[in-house]
């Protein structure tokens, strides 16, 4: 279920108030204005969980962003305790005593989402995931949809009770969770308020600050690809879209295209397999049963 939420110039947002509210929610996601109390919030619902015990998952979309780990948790430092990266295991996130640095509690887990299989064997139990910019891509190539159900089934086997809360500062209509989740497990919250640098004149720069979706959904321009077919993998039809050997973006995958049944074998699920999808919109209905040709891919080839 997706809500609106307006804000007033003096008042922020609370995540505990619909924790309440919600509580048959499990998956809270959270986009829109900047500098509302999104991150604040989550961190003060944090700083409670940890002080009960309990463990959570940093998730970034590159493993670069996983660094940021202990300056996101920063909040819970003080003269006394530090935040520290890998000291009880390579992806901890521990709360250590900067004169003793055998005095660690853990804090947590980070985790790059392209390594979910190696989460998988880990067994790792966790009780909340913070997913964190989960709109902003990297260079590396990463399949968001199918490691994001992978990792939820993981995580919910140790723990049928854990909370996930995936938080943007949107530019764009992303609808990765209204597309790949029932609408009755997760609450999305678009948030806005009016920008609060009362020195910006540019009406986009106000508009982005609010919580505006300012970018409409860009897609690959297919005037000079030939649609091949489709390739059905689930009751899901992926079509395939070929610009010919001198074309950067060679093949393209589309939701829509010429109803022309294509057989599943190593060619197609090669092209599959590393073509481009047409926009975002298309990506979140595809990747899930991308990934599973993927993995059969693989299985074929090593």
């Known amino acids: 279920m997706k809500i609106d939420v307006y804000l007033k110039d ?19 996601v959270l986009t829109g204005a900047r500098g509302c109390g999104k991150t604040q919030s989550i961190c003060e619902e944090i700083r409670k969980m940890f002080q009960d015990g309990k463990v959570g998952l940093y998730v970034r979309n590159t493993q670069k962003a996983c660094t940021s780990a202990r300056s996101y948790f920063s909040f819970l430092s003080n003269e006394s305790y530090s935040v520290q990266l890998g000291k009880l295991g390579a ?7 900067v004169e003793d ?11 790059y989402l392209g390594d979910v299989e190696n989460f998988k064997s880990s067994r790792k139990k966790v009780d909340y995931i913070v997913y964190e910019e ?10 968001r949809a199918f490691n994001l159900i992978e990792l939820l089934e993981t995580v919910r086997q140790q723990n049928p009770n854990f909370q996930l809360f995936a938080i943007a500062n949107n530019l764009f209509d992303d609808d990765l ?20 640098l009362s020195n910006v004149k540019n009406k986009s720069v106000q508009s982005y600050l ?13 005037t ?21 050997i001198n074309n950067f973006y060679r093949y393209i995958l589309s939701t829509t295209g010429i109803n022309k049944a294509l057989r599943l074998d190593a060619v197609t699920a090669g092209i599959i397999r590393n073509a481009y999808y047409r926009n975002v919109k298309d990506r979140n209905r595809l990747e899930f049963v991308c990934g599973l040709v993927e993995i059969a891919y693989k299985r074929l080839s090593t």
């Open 101 to 111: 640095k055998d005095d660690s509690r853990l804090i947590g887990y980070s985790l």
């Open 10 to 28: 003096d008042e922020y947002f609370y995540v505990q108030d619909y924790l309440k509210k919600y509580k048959q929610y499990g998956i809270f």
């Open 177 to 196: 969770f209204s597309v790949n989740f029932s609408e009755d497990t997760f609450l999305h919250i678009q948030l806005h308020k009016k920008a609060q």
């Open 91 to 97: 992806s901890s996130i521990t709360l250590t005593n």
């Open 224 to 244: 000079h690809h030939t649609c091949m077919g489709f390739v059905e993998v689930a009751e899901t039809k992926i079509y395939l879209y070929d610009g010919g």
């Open 210 to 222: 609010s919580g505006d979706i300012l970018v409409p959904s860009i897609s690959y321009n297919l």
């Open 134 to 143: 989960f709109s902003t891509f990297g260079a590396q190539r990463l399949n």
